[in-house]
Protein backbone atom coordinates (compact mmCIF):
# COMPACT_ATOMS: atom_id res chain seq x y z
CA UNK A 1 0.00 0.00 0.00
CA UNK A 2 1.11 3.42 -0.58
CA UNK A 3 1.93 5.70 2.69
CA UNK A 4 -0.64 7.36 4.10
CA UNK A 5 0.79 11.05 4.08
CA UNK A 6 1.22 10.66 0.51
CA UNK A 7 -2.69 10.02 -0.29
CA UNK A 8 -3.56 12.82 2.43
CA UNK A 9 -1.52 14.66 0.28
CA UNK A 10 -3.47 14.00 -2.92
CA UNK A 11 -6.88 14.35 -1.14
CA UNK A 12 -6.10 17.47 0.42
CA UNK A 13 -5.89 19.54 -2.54
CA UNK A 14 -7.95 17.40 -4.94
CA UNK A 15 -10.94 16.13 -2.74
CA UNK A 16 -12.37 14.51 -6.00
CA UNK A 17 -9.57 12.40 -6.61
CA UNK A 18 -10.38 8.82 -6.56
CA UNK A 19 -7.48 6.05 -6.56
CA UNK A 20 -9.72 3.39 -7.71
CA UNK A 21 -11.65 5.59 -10.72
CA UNK A 22 -8.18 6.54 -12.01
CA UNK A 23 -6.62 3.12 -12.57
CA UNK A 24 -9.63 2.01 -13.94
CA UNK A 25 -9.43 5.10 -16.74
CA UNK A 26 -5.46 3.84 -17.00
CA UNK A 27 -5.50 0.68 -17.63
CA UNK A 28 -2.87 1.21 -20.04
CA UNK A 29 -0.52 2.18 -17.09
CA UNK A 30 -0.45 -1.42 -15.68
CA UNK A 31 1.25 -0.09 -12.68
CA UNK A 32 2.57 -2.46 -10.09
CA UNK A 33 0.90 -0.54 -6.74
CA UNK A 34 -0.96 2.65 -6.05
CA UNK A 35 1.74 5.05 -5.04
CA UNK A 36 3.14 4.02 -9.04
CA UNK A 37 -0.84 5.66 -10.12
CA UNK A 38 -0.99 8.93 -7.87
CA UNK A 39 3.09 9.36 -8.95
CA UNK A 40 1.96 9.55 -12.57
CA UNK A 41 -1.69 11.65 -11.19
CA UNK A 42 1.01 14.47 -9.41
CA UNK A 43 3.64 14.11 -11.99
CA UNK A 44 2.00 13.65 -15.40
CA UNK A 45 0.74 17.14 -15.51
CA UNK A 46 -0.06 18.52 -19.11
CA UNK A 47 3.08 16.92 -20.98
CA UNK A 48 1.40 14.98 -23.58
CA UNK A 49 -1.00 17.60 -24.54
CA UNK A 50 1.97 20.05 -25.36
CA UNK A 51 4.01 17.63 -27.54
CA UNK A 52 3.44 20.17 -30.62
CA UNK A 53 5.13 22.93 -28.63
CA UNK A 54 6.59 23.26 -25.36
CA UNK A 55 5.02 27.14 -24.69
CA UNK A 56 1.54 26.25 -25.78
CA UNK A 57 -1.31 24.59 -23.94
CA UNK A 58 -4.02 22.53 -26.26
CA UNK A 59 -7.45 22.57 -24.80
CA UNK A 60 -11.22 22.12 -25.91
CA UNK A 61 -14.83 22.04 -24.83
CA UNK A 62 -17.41 20.74 -27.31
CA UNK A 63 -20.27 22.12 -24.77
CA UNK A 64 -22.26 25.24 -24.56
CA UNK A 65 -21.76 28.56 -24.14
CA UNK A 66 -21.59 28.51 -20.49
CA UNK A 67 -19.00 26.12 -20.30
CA UNK A 68 -16.50 28.20 -22.31
CA UNK A 69 -17.38 31.41 -20.51
CA UNK A 70 -16.63 29.81 -17.17
CA UNK A 71 -13.11 28.34 -19.02
CA UNK A 72 -12.66 32.02 -20.10
CA UNK A 73 -12.91 32.92 -16.42
CA UNK A 74 -10.33 30.82 -15.46
CA UNK A 75 -7.75 32.06 -17.73
CA UNK A 76 -8.19 35.25 -16.94
CA UNK A 77 -7.04 33.99 -13.49
CA UNK A 78 -3.74 32.31 -14.92
CA UNK A 79 -2.98 35.19 -16.90
CA UNK A 80 -0.13 36.82 -15.09
CA UNK A 81 1.72 33.29 -15.30
CA UNK A 82 1.06 32.40 -18.53
CA UNK A 83 2.52 36.26 -19.38
CA UNK A 84 5.42 35.68 -17.31
CA UNK A 85 6.07 32.32 -19.45
CA UNK A 86 5.29 32.99 -22.17
CA UNK A 87 2.86 30.39 -22.39
CA UNK A 88 -0.23 30.23 -24.77
CA UNK A 89 -3.08 28.71 -24.79
CA UNK A 90 -5.27 27.42 -28.14
CA UNK A 91 -8.33 26.85 -26.97
CA UNK A 92 -11.12 25.03 -29.35
CA UNK A 93 -15.04 25.59 -28.89
CA UNK A 94 -17.88 25.28 -31.53
CA UNK A 95 -17.23 28.08 -33.93
CA UNK A 96 -20.90 29.60 -33.07
CA UNK A 97 -19.25 30.56 -29.53
CA UNK A 98 -16.49 32.06 -30.57
CA UNK A 99 -17.89 36.03 -30.92
CA UNK A 100 -19.24 35.94 -27.35
CA UNK A 101 -16.66 33.79 -25.42
CA UNK A 102 -13.55 36.12 -27.01
CA UNK A 103 -15.38 39.66 -25.31
CA UNK A 104 -14.75 37.81 -22.08
CA UNK A 105 -10.80 37.29 -23.08
CA UNK A 106 -8.69 40.20 -21.59
CA UNK A 107 -5.44 39.52 -23.72
CA UNK A 108 -6.15 37.84 -26.85
CA UNK A 109 -2.44 36.76 -27.55
CA UNK A 110 -1.98 34.72 -24.92
CA UNK A 111 -5.34 32.75 -24.74
CA UNK A 112 -6.07 32.13 -28.28
CA UNK A 113 -9.73 30.93 -30.03
CA UNK A 114 -9.20 27.84 -32.28
CA UNK A 115 -12.61 26.42 -33.99
CA UNK A 116 -13.08 23.04 -32.76
CA UNK A 117 -13.72 19.96 -35.45
CA UNK A 118 -14.42 16.19 -34.77
CA UNK A 119 -11.26 15.68 -34.04
CA UNK A 120 -10.36 16.10 -30.12
CA UNK A 121 -7.39 18.05 -29.51
CA UNK A 122 -5.40 17.98 -25.95
CA UNK A 123 -7.23 18.01 -22.48
CA UNK A 124 -10.96 18.48 -22.58
CA UNK A 125 -11.80 21.45 -19.79
CA UNK A 126 -15.60 20.01 -18.99
CA UNK A 127 -16.64 19.62 -15.45
CA UNK A 128 -18.44 16.32 -16.61
CA UNK A 129 -15.12 15.08 -17.92
CA UNK A 130 -14.89 11.96 -15.94
CA UNK A 131 -11.49 11.58 -16.69
CA UNK A 132 -10.64 14.66 -14.27
CA UNK A 133 -13.34 14.80 -11.94
CA UNK A 134 -15.48 11.95 -10.23
CA UNK A 135 -18.42 14.74 -9.69
CA UNK A 136 -21.10 12.26 -8.36
CA UNK A 137 -19.00 12.65 -5.12
CA UNK A 138 -19.18 15.84 -4.06
CA UNK A 139 -21.96 17.69 -6.74
CA UNK A 140 -24.70 17.39 -4.27
CA UNK A 141 -22.94 17.91 -0.92
CA UNK A 142 -21.50 21.52 -1.87
CA UNK A 143 -21.99 24.25 -3.53
CA UNK A 144 -22.16 24.34 -7.14
CA UNK A 145 -20.20 27.67 -7.34
CA UNK A 146 -17.27 25.58 -5.05
CA UNK A 147 -17.66 22.54 -6.93
CA UNK A 148 -16.75 24.54 -10.08
CA UNK A 149 -13.43 25.88 -7.80
CA UNK A 150 -12.35 22.92 -7.53
CA UNK A 151 -12.82 21.36 -10.98
CA UNK A 152 -10.66 24.52 -11.81
CA UNK A 153 -7.46 23.88 -9.33
CA UNK A 154 -7.68 20.21 -11.12
CA UNK A 155 -7.40 21.81 -14.59
CA UNK A 156 -4.46 24.03 -13.38
CA UNK A 157 -2.58 21.31 -11.78
CA UNK A 158 -2.99 19.12 -15.23
CA UNK A 159 -1.50 22.08 -16.75
CA UNK A 160 1.55 22.51 -13.87
CA UNK A 161 0.67 25.88 -13.30
CA UNK A 162 1.44 26.86 -9.63
CA UNK A 163 -2.12 28.94 -8.96
CA UNK A 164 -4.88 28.07 -6.33
CA UNK A 165 -7.93 29.37 -7.52
CA UNK A 166 -9.62 30.49 -4.72
CA UNK A 167 -12.95 31.90 -5.67
CA UNK A 168 -14.88 31.65 -8.89
CA UNK A 169 -15.41 35.07 -8.78
CA UNK A 170 -13.80 37.36 -11.20
CA UNK A 171 -13.10 40.50 -11.74
CA UNK A 172 -13.38 42.73 -15.23
CA UNK A 173 -13.11 46.50 -15.13
CA UNK A 174 -14.59 46.35 -18.81
CA UNK A 175 -17.79 45.27 -17.03
CA UNK A 176 -18.07 48.68 -15.47
CA UNK A 177 -17.29 50.87 -18.28
CA UNK A 178 -19.63 48.76 -20.97
CA UNK A 179 -22.37 49.37 -18.12
CA UNK A 180 -21.58 52.98 -18.91
CA UNK A 181 -21.55 52.90 -22.47
CA UNK A 182 -24.79 50.34 -22.27
CA UNK A 183 -26.54 52.97 -20.04
CA UNK A 184 -25.69 56.12 -22.39
CA UNK A 185 -26.79 54.62 -25.05
CA UNK A 186 -30.55 52.82 -23.90
CA UNK A 187 -30.81 55.37 -20.44
CA UNK A 188 -34.60 54.88 -20.32
CA UNK A 189 -34.46 50.93 -20.10
CA UNK A 190 -31.28 50.45 -18.07
CA UNK A 191 -31.32 53.37 -15.74
CA UNK A 192 -32.85 52.59 -12.82
CA UNK A 193 -33.46 48.85 -13.74
CA UNK A 194 -34.55 46.52 -10.53
CA UNK A 195 -35.17 43.10 -11.81
CA UNK A 196 -32.52 41.33 -14.78
CA UNK A 197 -34.23 38.21 -15.56
CA UNK A 198 -32.32 35.73 -17.48
CA UNK A 199 -35.01 33.68 -18.59
CA UNK A 200 -33.31 32.05 -21.95
CA UNK A 201 -34.23 28.15 -22.00
CA UNK A 202 -31.44 26.09 -20.74
CA UNK A 203 -29.57 23.75 -23.50
CA UNK A 204 -28.48 21.14 -21.05
CA UNK A 205 -31.33 19.15 -19.37
CA UNK A 206 -30.51 21.72 -16.11
CA UNK A 207 -34.22 22.35 -14.93
CA UNK A 208 -37.34 21.99 -16.15
CA UNK A 209 -38.71 24.94 -17.65
CA UNK A 210 -42.18 25.76 -17.26
CA UNK A 211 -42.69 28.66 -20.42
CA UNK A 212 -46.59 29.40 -18.88
CA UNK A 213 -45.54 29.89 -15.20
CA UNK A 214 -42.83 31.86 -16.50
CA UNK A 215 -44.63 33.70 -18.82
CA UNK A 216 -47.04 34.96 -15.89
CA UNK A 217 -44.62 35.66 -13.72
CA UNK A 218 -42.67 37.84 -15.62
CA UNK A 219 -45.89 39.93 -16.51
CA UNK A 220 -46.63 40.20 -13.05
CA UNK A 221 -43.17 41.67 -12.15
CA UNK A 222 -43.47 44.08 -15.20
CA UNK A 223 -46.69 45.60 -13.52
CA UNK A 224 -44.64 46.36 -10.34
CA UNK A 225 -40.97 46.95 -11.47
CA UNK A 226 -39.08 48.06 -14.33
CA UNK A 227 -37.44 44.50 -15.77
CA UNK A 228 -35.13 43.60 -18.36
CA UNK A 229 -35.21 39.79 -19.63
CA UNK A 230 -32.98 37.78 -22.31
CA UNK A 231 -35.88 35.79 -23.97
CA UNK A 232 -38.74 37.82 -25.46
CA UNK A 233 -42.03 38.23 -23.61
CA UNK A 234 -43.86 40.81 -25.83
CA UNK A 235 -43.52 44.11 -27.05
CA UNK A 236 -43.94 45.99 -24.04
CA UNK A 237 -41.28 44.50 -22.07
CA UNK A 238 -37.92 45.14 -23.01
CA UNK A 239 -35.09 42.33 -23.55
CA UNK A 240 -31.93 41.99 -24.31
CA UNK A 241 -32.52 40.46 -27.54
CA UNK A 242 -34.17 43.76 -29.24
CA UNK A 243 -30.41 45.46 -28.60
CA UNK A 244 -28.46 41.99 -29.64
CA UNK A 245 -26.62 42.45 -26.25
CA UNK A 246 -24.42 39.64 -25.62
CA UNK A 247 -23.35 37.63 -22.42
CA UNK A 248 -20.52 40.02 -21.74
CA UNK A 249 -23.47 42.63 -21.76
CA UNK A 250 -25.54 40.87 -19.69
CA UNK A 251 -23.12 40.84 -17.19
CA UNK A 252 -22.42 44.00 -17.23
CA UNK A 253 -25.52 45.24 -16.79
CA UNK A 254 -25.99 42.71 -13.94
CA UNK A 255 -23.57 44.82 -11.60
CA UNK A 256 -26.40 47.68 -11.20
CA UNK A 257 -29.47 45.84 -10.81
CA UNK A 258 -31.32 45.28 -7.37
CA UNK A 259 -32.54 41.23 -8.37
CA UNK A 260 -31.57 38.51 -10.78
CA UNK A 261 -33.69 36.06 -11.11
CA UNK A 262 -31.97 33.27 -13.67
CA UNK A 263 -32.14 29.97 -14.72
CA UNK A 264 -28.56 28.63 -14.55
CA UNK A 265 -27.36 28.44 -18.26
CA UNK A 266 -25.11 30.15 -20.46
CA UNK A 267 -26.20 34.01 -20.16
CA UNK A 268 -25.91 33.67 -16.20
CA UNK A 269 -21.82 32.88 -16.25
CA UNK A 270 -20.41 36.39 -16.38
CA UNK A 271 -23.19 37.69 -13.67
CA UNK A 272 -20.47 35.90 -11.30
CA UNK A 273 -18.31 38.94 -10.62
CA UNK A 274 -17.65 40.99 -7.92
CA UNK A 275 -19.54 43.52 -8.78
CA UNK A 276 -22.61 41.99 -9.60
CA UNK A 277 -22.10 40.09 -6.15
CA UNK A 278 -21.39 43.23 -3.98
CA UNK A 279 -24.13 45.43 -5.29
CA UNK A 280 -27.14 43.05 -5.88
CA UNK A 281 -29.51 41.89 -2.86
CA UNK A 282 -30.44 38.66 -4.02
CA UNK A 283 -29.84 36.33 -6.89
CA UNK A 284 -32.54 33.71 -7.05
CA UNK A 285 -31.08 30.68 -9.54
CA UNK A 286 -33.30 28.16 -10.89
CA UNK A 287 -31.50 24.61 -11.01
CA UNK A 288 -32.72 20.98 -10.45
CA UNK A 289 -30.21 19.27 -8.05
CA UNK A 290 -28.14 21.85 -7.49
CA UNK A 291 -27.10 24.38 -4.82
CA UNK A 292 -24.59 27.51 -4.52
CA UNK A 293 -22.83 28.37 -1.27
CA UNK A 294 -22.72 32.69 -2.15
CA UNK A 295 -24.93 34.27 0.43
CA UNK A 296 -26.61 36.25 -2.05
CA UNK A 297 -27.87 33.17 -4.12
CA UNK A 298 -30.75 31.31 -3.32
CA UNK A 299 -31.58 27.95 -5.36
CA UNK A 300 -35.57 27.40 -6.48
CA UNK A 301 -36.99 25.01 -8.84
CA UNK A 302 -40.59 26.47 -8.67
CA UNK A 303 -40.99 29.94 -10.48
CA UNK A 304 -43.96 30.45 -7.81
CA UNK A 305 -41.79 30.52 -5.09
CA UNK A 306 -41.48 33.83 -5.69
CA UNK A 307 -44.47 35.42 -5.74
CA UNK A 308 -44.11 35.67 -1.94
CA UNK A 309 -40.46 37.83 -2.39
CA UNK A 310 -42.04 40.20 -5.35
Known amino acids: MFKKSLIENVYDKYPLFDIEVYKNENKDLIF ?19 KYHKNIYLIY ?23 E ?14 KQVEEFIKDKEY ?27 LQNKIGFDRYYMYFFNILVKKMNIPYYIQDLMYKDDDLIYRQDKLLKENKN ?34 SKF ?25 AAISTKVDYIISINT ?36 NILDLYKFF
Not at 85 to 98: A, D, E, V
Not at 227 to 236: A, F, G, N, Q, V
Request: glycine share 4%; net charge neutral; with cysteine.
Open 32 to 50: SNDEEYINHFNMIGYEENR
Open 266 to 301: GPFVGCYNEYTLKHVKKIYIFVDNLKFEHYKISVHQ
Open 189 to 222: ILEDLNILIINSEPLSGQYKYNKKDWLNFILYLS
Open 111 to 137: IILKELTDKKIGLEAWINNENLIKKYE
Open 61 to 83: NKYHLGDNIFNMILFNKILPYLK
Open 226 to 250: KILTTLKIDDKIPCTMDFNYSCKDI
Open 85 to 98: NNYKIYYYCLKQYH
